[in-house]
C-alpha cells in the first residue's frame, strides 16, 4: 500500500526519521487497541501514535499489536514509526498512572519512558536496543505549568536519545511555548515534531505551522476531522473528494497534508476507511499529475479558507 513520508531532521546522534504523513491514532481505543493497531499495520499503514496515559490509550495493546503484525510477516520494526507521550500528573487518572505520583518531574518522565519501552518492546524482558526496542519519537503530551517544569521534563527525555529514543517533539503546544523549546540554551535537542489541534479555535495554527516550518519541525494534526464539520462541507474538499474519487474525510487528509511539513492522525477503526485513506496517496499523485492547474486552485482555496498566507 503506497504511502508519502517526511524527513524528520538529525538530533545529531541518530539518522534522521523517515516519519510517514498518515499516522494511525490509538486515543480511546480501549480493549480493541491491539486489534485495531494490527488492522491498520495489515492495511498498510507504517505509523502509529499512542501515550503513557491509561486515561485515554491502552498502551500495552499497542504494543501488543505491533508485536502480532511483525511475528506474521507483515512489516519489521524499521518500517514502522512508533510515537508515544509521556502525560503529565495534570493528563492522569491519579488512580491508574505510569509512575508514581510524588516523583520529581525528572524521575516521572524516566519512570514513564521505562514503561512505554516495556509496553512496545518487541519481546516482553528488559527493554533495550538489541531487541529492537526504541521509540522513534518521544512526545509531552502537554506543557507542564511553568516552563521551568516543562523544560525539566524535555532534558530528563534528552538523556535517553539517542539510544532508546530517537526523536523529541510536543503537543497541546502554544506558539510561545514551542519558541521557548527552540530557544532554551539549558535544551540541546530541538523539537522534531509538534501535534496539535487543527480547528478553527486557535486559527489552524497558521502562525505556529509558519514557525515549525521556519525551524523544521513537523506538525501533526489532530481531531481533523471531528472539529472541522465545514472545512468538510467546504467546496474544496467535496470537489476534490469528487473529482478524485476519494472520501470527504481523505479530501480533507489531503489539503491538510499539502500546507507543507503536515502530517495527520487518522484514528478510523474501519478496515475499509484504513484502506481508503492510504489509497488517497496514488490518487492525489495522479490527479495533481494529470490536473496540475485544478489541484493548485484547490489548495490555494482551502488556504485561503483557513487564513494561510499564499
Not at 183 to 206: G, L
Request: glycine share 6%; charged share 20%.
Amino acid at each position: 500500500m503506497p504511502t508519502a513520508y517526511l524527513l524528520l531532521r538529525s538530533n545529531g546522534r541518530t539518522p534522521p526519521t523517515q516519519m510517514p504523513t498518515l499516522i494511525y491514532g490509538t486515543a480511546w481505543k480501549k480493549n480493541r487497541s491491539a486489534e485495531l493497531v494490527y488492522t491498520a499495520l495489515k492495511a498498510g499503514f507504517r505509523a502509529v501514535d499512542t501515550a503513557a496515559q491509561p486515561k485515554h490509550y491502552r498502551e500495552d495493546l499497542v504494543g501488543e499489536g505491533i508485536r502480532k503484525a511483525i511475528a506474521e510477516g507483515i512489516v519489521k520494526r524499521e518500517e514502522i514509526y512508533i510515537q508515544t507521550k509521556y502525560t503529565p500528573i495534570s493528563g492522569q487518572n491519579p488512580h491508574d498512572m505510569p509512575y508514581d505520583a510524588s516523583l520529581s518531574i525528572s524521575e516521572q518522565v524516566k519512570a514513564s519512558i521505562h514503561s512505554s519501552l516495556h509496553n512496545l518492546g518487541l519481546a516482553q524482558d528488559e527493554a533495550n536496543t538489541a531487541n529492537g526496542t526504541y521509540i522513534d519519537t518521544l512526545v509531552l503530551h502537554s506543557p507542564l505549568r511553568a516552563i521551568e517544569q516543562t523544560i525539566e521534563a524535555w532534558i530528563a527525555a534528552e538523556s535517553f536519545v539517542p539510544d532508546v529514543i530517537h526523536n523529541l517533539g510536543i503537543s497541546n503546544c502554544p506558539l510561545p511555548i514551542l519558541k521557548a523549546l527552540c530557544s532554551s540554551p539549558e535544551i540541546k535537542i530541538k523539537p522534531a515534531v509538534v501535534q496539535n489541534r487543527f480547528y478553527p479555535d486557535e486559527d489552524y495554527d497558521v502562525k505556529l505551522r509558519s514557525f515549525a516550518r521556519e525551524n523544521d519541525i513537523m506538525y501533526q494534526s489532530f481531531w481533523t476531522l471531528t472539529a472541522n464539520p465545514e472545512l468538510i462541507e467546504s467546496e474544496q474538499v467535496q470537489q476534490l473528494s469528487e473529482n478524485v474519487g476519494i472520501s470527504v474525510a481523505a479530501a480533507l487528509y489531503a489539503l491538510v497534508m499539502s500546507l507543507g511539513k503536515v502530517s495527520v492522525l487518522d484514528g478510523t477503526k474501519s478496515e475499509v476507511h484504513m484502506k481508503e485513506d492510504l489509497e488517497l496517496f496514488s490518487k492525489i499523485e495522479e490527479f495533481s499529475g494529470e490536473h496540475q492547474q485544478e489541484w493548485q486552485g484547490l489548495v490555494k482555496g482551502f488556504k485561503q479558507l483557513i487564513g494561510e498566507p499564499a
